[in-house]
């Protein structure tokens, strides 16, 4: 729920979604999420550090590579984006 009304620009509940990460920086589905909530906000450099992080806590987990690679993508950084498509 959070997610939705942060993607729709509700800043408390990104706020909020960036205070639970704080408080378990290791979760990498709180980053993960957080990276899709910028992504929909049309925010790619802001995706781009959380799904970073996200692959690098869990370097196996192909959405949140492609999910990376479409934040690389909108910076128009398409080698880096072919990179994360093709793990």
């Not at 997610?3 to 800043?11: E, F, H, M, N, P």
């Not at 992080?53 to 398409?78: D, I, V």
Request: glycine residues 6%; hydrophobic residues 40%; without cysteine.
């Amino acid at each position: 729920l959070l997610a939705q009304q942060a993607t729709t620009g509700d800043k408390q509940a990104l706020e909020a979604l960036l205070t639970l990460t704080d408080t378990h920086p290791a979760n990498e589905q709180l980053t993960f999420l957080l990276g899709n909530v910028y992504l929909e906000l049309g925010r790619p450099s802001d995706a781009l550090a959380w799904l970073l992080r996200t692959t690098r806590q869990a370097p196996q987990w192909g959405e949140a590579h492609y999910n990376l690679a479409l934040a690389y993508w909108g910076q128009k950084r398409f080698g880096d984006a072919r990179q994360h498509l093709e793990m």
